[in-house]
């Protein structure tokens, strides 16, 4: 499906975090920030054009999981959020995209260059630490 | 001008086979002089996924090599899905691009930089440090795409990089000469 | 608009080979170069192996003068030959592999005139095109141009103008013999290599023009000569095969001017030099 066809949902709010799952790959020292944070290749669409996943930690939450859940089968992996407001202000939109397996995933779309994908790099935080990176 | 260790010449052209280069003088071998063993043509081998990497260069490869090749035979070897959102495999043009690339544009006291897969199977160089922030995307030979930013007096460009590297070379020399003890 | 390009009834031109390097094709095997061949065959009945030439990139701003070449070579896959394609006379030549596809005239008997650059150059263009057309059908691949080369190459051989190796100032003007003191006789022999920066109109380095002399003995009477080549090697200004084409052509012209700078006016009446005016 083409990305213009989606359409940016009013009904996440702009404080909603949306978490991202981050490879070990992906875990890059900034020692002008003093810790390790998430590669801005870690914020791309996937190579098959269709948008970026994300999951809404809103509705993770309420079903009764934690963010550790988020990770389970991927060893080594961290969590990453954003909010709604930094993917909005850098020309993103974001939909609900519930999945059989996933009902709290969504998407954020819309075009990443490389000050997107740095922006959203450096706005995000993390939610389960990069295990064995500590700043 | 003729040289006694002069290599097999590739045969290039029709006409290669016309003519012989004189051979009438012994030249002493570069490699027997203090400067030319210095500057003489080497060839490294480093064990690389299902074969080998062959480096050849004029004079030692940098001490710094090793942990790139290292770091890229990583990279080489990472399967596809290694992100969980469906990656692809990096692929070898990118490798190989990496491993030229960095060997033309690092300097002994350059940092070492973080060596990043990204989706799309290409090597991406990260460098943040020093208040450098430098990315440099290796899609290929000559298909190189490179973003940097000086949070000490603002400088920040973000360009398509062909065949001229002057402005990432520049970039590399700031950040090299740079005090590590200030960001 | 009017374009003059130096002109020579006689040039000493031996060979001139039209080059592209792309994008290495990995699905381009054996069988497929064999698939090539047939539809090459019947004006290239002959065929070579030769070792694979290395990829080369004119690069600019780097601070090393020689880069280094990586190769990656993989124990299961050997690597693909340079495959040659020869016409029966020996003076035509496809050259393929993974990253390459050149087209080489030749010289070979005293009365071959060079069939102008232009007849070359749509020959080349005409293979590319067939080229183009096999990768599609056995699905290998798309050409994806990344350098173009031209490459003149002119056997100068002793007679007139200049006797033995020491006279290289006699052909080229860009060497000179000028001793500040009476210590050293002539040389036994000279070379020299320069290189010069192509640029577009805009300034920005586009690729280099190669110029080597090199002293050797014709085969078969050891009589003294002069290779002079000339290569232009310079990045296409898109990876179709218009702008390789346009590519070569700005390479032949860098060629041809040049050839007339180095060379000395004494060898140009010798080559019967006119100039041509294009429009």
């Not at chain 1, 939109?93 to 075009?111: M, Q, S």
Request: net charge negative; aromatic share 8%.
């Amino acid at each position: 499906m083409s990305q213009a066809l989606y359409k940016d949902d009013a009904s996440i709010a702009n404080e909603a975090s949306l978490w991202r799952r981050i490879p070990p790959r992906h875990f890059v020292r900034d020692d002008n920030l003093g810790r390790f944070r998430p590669s801005s290749a870690a914020f791309d669409d996937p190579p098959n054009g269709s948008p970026m996943s994300v999951v809404l930690a809103d509705l993770v939450i309420a079903s009764g999981r934690v963010a550790t859940d988020m990770l389970l089968g991927h060893e080594g992996f961290a969590l990453a959020s954003i909010t709604a407001a930094i993917a909005r202000s850098n020309q993103q939109g974001v939909a609900r995209d519930p999945l059989p397996n996933e009902p709290a995933h969504a998407i954020e779309f819309g075009r990443k260059t490389k000050s997107v994908k740095k922006a959203l790099a450096n706005g995000s935080e993390w939610v389960v630490e990069p295990p064995g990176h500590s700043a | 001008m003729s040289s006694v260790l002069e290599p097999l010449r590739k045969c290039e052209g029709l006409s290669d086979r016309d003519w012989a280069a004189g051979q009438t003088t012994m030249v002493v071998p570069s490699r027997a002089t203090l400067v030319g063993r210095a500057q003489s043509r080497s060839r490294s081998v480093f064990p690389f996924l299902n074969g080998r990497l062959t480096v050849e260069s004029e004079g030692p490869l940098p001490v710094w090599f090793r942990r790139a090749v290292a770091a890229l035979d990583e990279l080489a070897q990472l399967p596809t899905d290694w992100d969980s959102y469906g990656a692809g495999a990096i692929g070898h043009q990118s490798i190989l691009a990496t491993a030229e690339l960095l060997l033309g544009i690092m300097r002994d006291d350059t940092p070492f930089p973080s060596v990043v897969p990204t989706n799309r199977g290409t090597v991406l160089l990260e460098w943040h440090t020093r208040g450098v922030d430098l990315e440099v995307e290796v899609r290929g030979r000559d298909r190189i795409h490179a973003s940097f930013e000086d949070s000490r007096d603002g400088t920040q460009w973000e360009a398509e990089i062909g065949p001229d590297l002057t402005q990432l070379v520049q970039s590399i020399e700031r950040l090299s000469e740079r005090d590590s003890a200030s960001s | 608009m009017t374009r003059t390009l130096p002109d020579f009834e006689s040039p000493p031109l031996t060979e001139v080979a039209l080059s592209v390097q792309f994008e290495p094709l990995e699905k381009l095997r054996t069988a497929q170069v064999g698939a090539l061949w047939t539809v090459f065959r019947a004006q290239f009945p002959r065929t070579e192996d030769h070792n694979p030439l290395a990829p080369v990139f004119e690069r600019f701003g780097m601070p090393t003068t020689s880069a280094a070449e990586v190769r990656l070579e993989m124990l299961e896959t050997p690597p693909l030959p340079r495959v040659w394609f020869l016409n029966p006379e020996g003076t035509e030549l496809i050259q393929v592999q993974q990253d390459r596809f050149i087209h080489n005239w030749r010289k070979v008997g005293q009365g071959d005139t060079y069939p102008r650059y232009e007849h070359v150059r749509d020959k080349f263009e005409s293979e590319m095109t067939t080229f183009q057309d096999v990768l599609a059908r056995e699905q290998i691949g798309r050409v994806v141009a990344n350098q173009c080369e031209v490459t003149y190459v002119n056997h100068i051989v002793a007679g007139d103008g200049w006797q033995t190796h020491s006279q290289l100032a006699n052909v080229v003007t860009v060497f000179r013999t000028a001793y500040i003191d009476d210590k050293l006789q002539e040389p036994e022999d000279a070379g020299l290599s320069v290189r010069y920066v192509l640029k577009d109109v805009k300034g920005a380095s586009l690729g280099r023009l190669h110029i080597s002399a090199q002293p050797a003995f014709r085969r078969p009477d050891s009589r003294p000569m002069l290779v002079l080549t000339l290569v232009a090697r310079l990045r296409p200004p898109g990876d179709e095969l218009e702008h390789v084409i346009r590519a070569l052509d700005l390479g032949r012209d860098a060629i041809v001017r040049a050839f007339a700078s180095v060379t000395t006016p004494e060898m140009h009446k010798l080559w019967r030099r006119k100039d041509v005016e294009r429009s």
